[in-house]
């Protein structure tokens, strides 16, 4: 395995994890508890007019940013507040931190370019992460 293998697995790991980033643990329960789970999400995306960036994020390839802005408009801010409350940190600095963590976190669940029919995220992280410990040892 190559370094920047190394380097991605431990950013998944960080991003995924758990402990160390209570904003993504809380990101993915929210993904799972959405309407439709990641489907859900997906479609909220397509209704917000964003549905070629997330469709993006899906696909093989790069995955262009999302705006704090954005993030208001496709969650809500009463999400966005939700999600800050449970971090533990301000509204204004979870939208910017949701907008950084959101693409990485829909790409790593769409692993072959496509929404999996299994809707359980959480369950999906964990094996993830179960996978890139296997790789690592």
Known sequence: ?????????????N?????SNPLA????????????GLQGLV???HDKG????????ISV?????????????VLGSDQVKALAAKAGISPDIAGAAIARL???LVDKLTPN???PDHNNVLEMASNMLKNLETKAS
Do not use: K
């Not at 991003?15 to 402990?19: A, R």
């Not at 643990?25 to 439709?36: A, R």
């Not at 964003?50 to 994020?57: D, E, I, K």
């Open 113 to 115: 370019g496509s929404v």
């Open 50 to 57: 964003l549905g070629g960036l997330v469709s993006s994020w």
């Open 43 to 45: 479609q909220s995306f």
């Open 102 to 104: 959101l693409p990485g």
């Open 1 to 13: 395995m190559g370094l920047l293998d190394n380097l991605e697995n431990q950013a998944l790991g």
């Open 25 to 36: 643990s809380s990101i993915l329960q929210m993904i799972q508890n959405q309407p439709g």
């Open 61 to 73: 390839g790069p995955n262009p940013p999302i705006s704090a802005d954005q993030v208001h408009r």
């Open 15 to 19: 991003v995924l994890g758990g402990s």
